[in-house]
T-cell receptor
Framework: AQKVTQAQTEISVVEKEDVTLDCVYETRDTTYYLFWYKQPPSGELVFLIRRNSFDEQNEISGRYSWNFQKSTSSFNFTITASQVVDSAVYFCALSEPDNNAGNMLTFGGGTRLMVKP | EAEVAQSPRYKITEKSQAVAFWCDPISGHATLYWYRQILGQGPELLVQFQDESVVDDSQLPKDRFSAERLKGVDSTLKIQPAELGDSAMYLC??????????????FGPGTRLLVL
C-alpha cells in the first residue's frame, strides 16, 4: 500500500531564511507520481509541482526547488529566502497507476510552515 | 484562470440534519473528486467520478453519504444524517481525465462543515 510521511509537523523560520520540507514515500510500483500542494489559511489546495518516477532531475522554479531521490524514497521541497506569504501548510502526495482506483492521491499529514517577519 | 467552484464555503448544522455540498469543476475536466480533510490531517479521497460514472467510492460511508454527478459536469455530495465526527473540510477537485496516476488534480476552496 502506498504511504507518504511528512515527519515535520510544524516549522518556524524568520523571513529570508531557507527552509526544507521533507517528504518520504512508500510504494511497490516502479511507475508513480509525486506532487506538492500548498494550503494557505483560506483553505484551497494550490498545485505546485508534479514529478514522475522516471525523472530524477531536480527542479527549480523561482525561490522553490525540489530534490527527488529514488534511492531514499524522498521528494524534498526547499524554499529559498522565505517570505511571510510562504506561510501555509504544505502537502506531499503520491499517485500510482491503478486501473481499479483511477487517479487516487495519497497525501502526507502536511507540514505547517510559519515565516515570521 | 479557470477554477473549481464550491458552495457553500461554510456550513453549520446540528447532528441528524441533512447537508449538501455543491461543486463545479474546471470546464472540460472529465474527472471529479471529493475529499474529506479532518483538521490537522491530509485530505482523504471519498469518491471519484469519470463523467457521470463513479470510478471509486470505496472510502465513502454509504450508510450516510451519497454523491452524484448526473450530467457529468457539476456534482453534489450529501450527508444524511450528519454526525459530530463529520465536522471537517470537504474539498472538491477535478482533472482533465482519469489517467493512470499522472493527472494533476486542481482543488476548489472547500466547504468547512461544523456539526453541533
Amino acid at each position: 500500500a502506498q504511504k507518504v510521511t511528512q515527519a515535520q509537523t510544524e516549522i518556524s523560520v524568520v523571513e529570508k531564511e531557507d527552509v526544507t520540507l521533507d517528504c518520504v514515500y512508500e510504494t511497490r510500483d516502479t511507475t508513480y507520481y509525486l506532487f506538492w500542494y500548498k494550503q494557505p489559511p483560506s483553505g484551497e489546495l494550490v498545485f505546485l509541482i508534479r514529478r514522475n518516477s522516471f525523472d530524477e532531475q531536480n527542479e527549480i522554479s523561482g525561490r522553490y526547488s525540489w530534490n527527488f531521490q529514488k534511492s531514499t524514497s524522498s521528494f524534498n521541497f526547499t524554499i529559498t529566502a522565505s517570505q511571510v506569504v510562504d506561510s501555509a501548510v504544505y502537502f506531499c502526495a503520491l499517485s500510482e497507476p491503478d486501473n481499479n482506483a483511477g487517479n487516487m492521491l495519497t497525501f502526507g499529514g502536511g507540514t505547517r510552515l510559519m515565516v515570521k517577519p | 484562470e479557470a477554477e473549481v467552484a464550491q458552495s457553500p464555503r461554510y456550513k453549520i448544522t446540528e447532528k441528524s440534519q441533512a447537508v449538501a455540498f455543491w461543486c463545479d469543476p474546471i470546464s472540460g475536466h472529465a474527472t471529479l473528486y471529493w475529499y474529506r480533510q479532518i483538521l490537522g490531517q491530509g485530505p482523504e479521497l471519498l469518491v471519484q467520478f469519470q463523467d457521470e460514472s463513479v470510478v471509486d467510492d470505496s472510502q465513502l460511508p454509504k450508510d450516510r453519504f451519497s454523491a452524484e454527478r448526473l450530467k457529468g459536469v457539476d456534482s453534489t455530495l450529501k450527508i444524511q444524517p450528519a454526525e459530530l465526527g463529520d465536522s471537517a473540510m470537504y474539498l472538491c477537485a477535478s482533472s482533465l481525465s482519469l489517467g493512470l496516476g499522472e493527472e494533476t488534480q486542481y482543488f476548489g476552496p472547500g466547504t468547512r462543515l461544523l456539526v453541533l
